[in-house]
């Protein structure tokens, strides 16, 4: 029986009509709406990589502007900013290939998002509608995604949640409530597993452009563990390291000091990615 795809229109939906109605939010529910339409014509009528990159490109140029203009960052810090909104939208897309995998990870980085916004600023009563509009909006769809998907919230929704996950991020960012170190640890799983993944993949000379299942938790699908096992195993370890943070930045633990952490995080991650395909003597990247 076909599931539903593109259900991210639906659950998306309260967090972008209440964009439009807020006037210092609406050019961001613009850039919100054009990339669920950009998902869902995706989802049903694939486009080109390189159209879907020139508009993620585009977005992020405009929501970067949104949040810093008038620029007085320094370009190297913008352009990092760039490319990792970029490569952020895309990795949340690729991530999302097993059940309740990209809306459990959501959800734990908005537990981290909403304490870290509670508990190093004052405090926004209307971010905080937008967080538990769109908290809300995830628990709903988790009932139907996991632990056996009932429906996937497809290019629609995982490009629209990566997009307002980075927002918040930014909106932090931008009001010097907490630094990088915070935003990439609570998405590091992800980032780890895609990024490792991408540059194994252009090590052993594929098309990037070409679909694969050979990110480490399509892996461990593969080899017999369960879609809400491995989600679930995922979201566990992204939710220590979100409590962890949220602790060094309370502590007030240097930025030297947390970046090491951050590292280290890295590295352990990054082993555990090598061991499982070093084990397989990296046969899934063989073509």
């Known amino acids: 029986v076909a599931k539903p795809t593109s259900a991210g229109l639906i659950f998306m939906l309260p967090l972008l009509l209440s964009s439009f109605v807020d006037t210092s939010t609406s050019s961001l529910g613009l850039a919100l709406l054009l990339l669920i339409i950009l998902g869902g014509v995706d989802d049903f009528n694939a486009i080109s990589v390189k159209l879907r990159l020139l508009v993620i490109i585009a977005v992020s140029v405009f929501t970067l502007y949104v949040f810093f203009a008038p620029f007085t960052l320094n370009y190297l810090l913008l352009g990092f900013y760039l490319l990792g909104l970029v490569w952020w939208m895309n990795l949340y897309n690729f991530m999302d290939g097993a059940d309740g995998m990209a809306t459990l990870h959501a959800l734990v980085a908005m537990v981290g998002y909403v304490l870290a916004y509670g508990l190093l600023s004052s405090g926004d009563n209307q971010l905080l509608i937008y967080m538990l509009l769109f908290s809300g909006g995830l628990l709903a769809f988790l009932l139907f995604n996991f632990p056996v998907a009932k429906m996937?919230?497809?290019?629609?929704?995982?490009?629209?949640?990566?997009?307002?996950?980075?927002?918040?991020?930014?909106?932090?960012?931008?009001?010097?409530?907490?630094?990088?170190?915070?935003?990439?640890?609570?998405?590091?799983?992800?980032?780890?597993?895609?990024?490792?993944?991408?540059?194994?993949?252009?090590?052993?000379?594929?098309?990037?452009?070409?679909?694969?299942?050979?990110?480490?938790?399509?892996?461990?699908?593969?080899?017999?563990?369960?879609?809400?096992?491995?989600?679930?195993?995922y979201a566990l370890v992204s939710l220590i390291l979100v409590l962890l943070t949220l602790m060094l930045n309370v502590w007030s633990v240097s930025l030297p000091n947390r970046t090491l952490v951050l590292l280290l995080e890295a590295a352990i991650l990054s082993y555990f990615w090598f061991f499982y395909h070093h084990k397989t003597k990296f046969k899934h990247f063989v073509q």
Not at 180 to 188: D, G, K, P, Y
Not at 219 to 229: E, V
């Open 152 to 233: 996937f919230m497809g290019d629609a929704g995982s490009l629209s949640v990566a997009f307002v996950l980075a927002c918040f991020a930014l909106y932090g960012l931008a009001n010097n409530l907490f630094d990088e170190t915070l935003v990439i640890s609570f998405h590091l799983v992800f980032i780890v597993d895609a990024t490792l993944t991408l540059l194994t993949r252009i090590r052993f000379k594929q098309r990037l452009s070409q679909a694969h299942r050979l990110h480490l938790y399509q892996c461990l699908i593969a080899a017999g563990s369960r879609h809400g096992q491995v989600s679930f195993y």
